[in-house]
């Protein structure tokens, strides 16, 4: 864990509620990528519609925990403001998202841990109540936003629980976030084919125009 303060809310300085209508989260926002596509950036920083892309995800659920977690593998300085926690992969060389969802599952407060990629800034309140709403009613199980026969492992709710099992599975080699949750049981919150909410913003191009549903 590179980072830890309390948890402020950044707007006005003092400590946010958590919103007991719905199942209390944590939430994990994903930024420690290689940035491949995006010619090796770092991608949360890289604004879209004037502000970085970590920040169109961040105003989204701030006000829905009181224990924002960042997974970054370099710039802390920048995504600090952020969070209340930033996280890193303790593995070297970008080992891909599983590695941060890691981090983010020993690091949090909560039962439930909310993930979400930096790179999805049309995300709304309305799908995030349904996923809080669908891990409610599954408590035990991952619950990841499913399109037709495509699965968003990286946009979903972890009971954190499962910690061990996904340390387990890390080290019998797995790297496939859906793959590993679909074997722990994940139920799939159903959204139409082509949903925008969906669009990643995952290269130079789709940061200037709009995108479809990430594969």
Known sequence: MLYHRPPFCCR?????????????????????????RMGGQDKGLLEWRGQPLIAHVQRLVR?????????????PQHYAAYADQLVNDDSPDFPGPLAGIRAGL???????????PCDVPHIDAGLIQALRETAQRN???????????????????????LRDAVDSAWHAGE??????????????????ADDPRLANLNTPELLQTPSGVSE
């Open 12 to 36: 006005c300085g003092t400590v946010m509620p958590i919103d007991s209508s719905l199942l209390p989260c944590s939430v994990l926002l994903l930024s420690g990528g290689r940035g491949q």
């Open 63 to 75: 006000p829905l925990t009181d224990d924002l977690i960042i997974s970054c593998n370099r710039n």
């Open 106 to 116: 020993a690091a949090a407060r909560h039962a439930h841990l909310l993930i979400l």
């Open 139 to 161: 408590p035990r199980l991952p619950v990841m936003v499913r399109h037709g026969a495509f699965w968003e492992p990286l946009i979903c709710i972890v009971p954190t629980g």
């Open 175 to 192: 790297r496939s976030p859906r793959k590993l949750f679909l074997q722990l049981g994940g139920v799939g919150l159903e959204c139409p």
